[in-house]
């Protein structure tokens, strides 16, 4: 009998230490085929602001505010720059109406009456010139003073200088404009187009715009306030990229590469994991920073590595510690195009 209980007992203990060998097997097999990492989750922030001087009339978001991309944030006062683009208008208008007019030339009309012109100054000349030939007979036989012959040669002189211009103006009619003037015209014309464009620029950068999709975070202007251009009205939290930074040390930088698939978990939603990819690994080493929770010593050399995730609930926040799990058993893919194609794949 006691024989029997030995046996037992042995057998017993073999098969508790077989059990034991194997879920230390299996237990150090998960961890050779998957290794986690911890960090810190990360986004793009942007500082946001008009491109131009003035009042803000209206500011239309609020701090937590969910923005879409193009979604008009706050306005300048717009008067001001409408009335510039209004003035630059009339002067382009102006501008052109004078280029054309270099361009097709002067009219047959007015051509015709330079012409006439030339005419009536030819008979002025001769009438003039009869008129002193007999004053000038009348002083010759001392029938009229010097005086009267002197103010018929006056009005001759001044009938010829007459006819002179009159020619004159006729041939520059004939020859049309000038190249030169042409040019002139032609740059003023593009010098207030650019003047209106660049006006109209103004006026747009006088809308502040979101530029990408996000959450505003900080709301620094009110409406009332003059800001300068480009001085920060808004600070914008990107919701696309979100990624989780992460350490590498150098001696475990040959088990990380660009595609390794990758599951992130959060303190906050304890069972609830966010697929993502490593989609960066910095080139250059750096000492790790002392606000990453590794078991490491700090002083060690690491490479900073992104490992791009989806949170189609807006639940992961900026600076949440983050556990990543790297699959390294898992087919490497090539890094997706952007993250939200790699989204909206299943």
């Given at each position: 009998?006691?024989?029997?209980?030995?046996?037992?007992?042995i057998?017993?203990?073999?098969?508790?230490?077989?059990?034991?060998?194997?879920?230390?097997?299996?237990?150090?097999?998960?961890?050779?085929?998957?290794?986690e990492?911890?960090?810190?989750?990360?986004i793009?922030?942007v500082d946001?602001?008009?491109?131009?001087?003035?009042?803000?009339a209206?500011?239309?978001?609020?701090?937590g505010?969910?923005?879409e991309?193009?979604?008009?944030?706050?306005?300048l006062?717009?008067?001001?720059?409408?009335?510039?683009?209004?003035?630059?208008?009339?002067?382009?208008?102006?501008?052109?109406a004078?280029?054309?007019?270099?361009?097709?030339g002067?009219?047959?009309q007015?051509?015709?009456?330079?012409?006439?012109a030339?005419?009536?100054?030819?008979a002025?000349l001769a009438?003039?010139?009869l008129?002193?030939?007999?004053?000038?007979r009348?002083?010759?036989?001392r029938?009229?003073?010097?005086e009267?012959?002197?103010t018929?040669?006056?009005?001759?002189?001044?009938?010829?200088?007459?006819l002179?211009?009159?020619?004159?103006?006729?041939?520059?009619l004939?020859?049309?404009?000038?190249?030169?003037?042409?040019?002139?015209?032609?740059?003023?014309?593009?010098?207030?187009?650019?003047?209106?464009?660049?006006?109209?620029?103004?006026?747009s950068?006088?809308?502040?715009?979101?530029p990408?999709?996000?959450?505003?975070?900080?709301?620094i202007?009110?409406?009332?306030?003059?800001v300068?251009?480009?001085?920060?009205?808004?600070?914008?939290?990107?919701?696309?990229p979100?990624?989780?930074r992460?350490?590498?040390?150098?001696?475990?930088?040959?088990?990380?590469r660009?595609?390794m698939p990758?599951?992130?978990?959060?303190d906050?939603?304890p069972?609830?994991?966010?697929?993502?990819?490593?989609?960066?690994?910095?080139?250059v080493?750096e000492?790790?920073?002392?606000a990453?929770?590794?078991?490491?010593?700090?002083?060690?050399?690491?490479?900073?590595?992104?490992?791009?995730?989806?949170?189609?609930?807006?639940?992961?926040?900026?600076?949440?510690?983050?556990t990543?799990?790297?699959?390294?058993?898992?087919e490497?893919?090539?890094a997706?195009?952007?993250?939200?194609?790699y989204?909206?794949?299943?």
């Amino acid at each position: 009998m006691k024989k029997k209980i030995l046996i037992i007992v042995i057998i017993g203990a073999l098969t508790a230490g077989l059990a034991l060998a194997y879920w230390r097997w299996s237990h150090n097999n998960d961890q050779q085929r998957q290794w986690e990492l911890y960090g810190n989750m990360d986004i793009r922030e942007v500082d946001l602001g008009f491109g131009v001087d003035g009042p803000i009339a209206q500011v239309l978001v609020e701090e937590g505010d969910s923005v879409e991309a193009g979604q008009i944030l706050a306005i300048l006062e717009q008067e001001p720059f409408l009335d510039a683009v209004q003035a630059v208008e009339a002067t382009l208008k102006f501008a052109e109406a004078r280029m054309t007019e270099g361009i097709h030339g002067p009219r047959p009309q007015e051509i015709e009456r330079a012409r006439a012109a030339v005419q009536g100054a030819e008979a002025t000349l001769a009438n003039a010139t009869l008129i002193h030939s007999r004053r000038q007979r009348l002083v010759d036989e001392r029938a009229a003073s010097e005086e009267v012959a002197s103010t018929t040669q006056a009005d001759r002189i001044v009938a010829e200088a007459n006819l002179k211009k009159a020619r004159e103006d006729l041939a520059l009619l004939l020859e049309g404009t000038r190249h030169e003037q042409k040019q002139q015209q032609h740059a003023e014309f593009e010098a207030q187009r650019a003047n209106l464009a660049l006006l109209r620029y103004r006026l747009s950068r006088a809308t502040l715009k979101a530029p990408n999709a996000g959450i505003i975070r900080t709301r620094i202007q009110e409406p009332g306030a003059v800001v300068t251009a480009n001085s920060p009205v808004f600070t914008l939290a990107l919701t696309d990229p979100l990624w989780c930074r992460v350490y590498v040390d150098e001696s475990d930088l040959g088990k990380v590469r660009m595609g390794m698939p990758a599951r992130i978990t959060t303190d906050s939603y304890p069972g609830k994991s966010y697929r993502g990819w490593v989609g960066y690994i910095s080139p250059v080493a750096e000492f790790t920073p002392k606000a990453v929770e590794t078991p490491e010593l700090r002083t060690n050399l690491v490479y900073q590595t992104r490992v791009y995730t989806c949170d189609p609930d807006q639940e992961l926040r900026l600076g949440m510690p983050a556990t990543v799990t790297l699959s390294l058993h898992e087919e490497v893919r090539t890094a997706p195009a952007s993250l939200s194609d790699y989204c909206k794949t299943p």
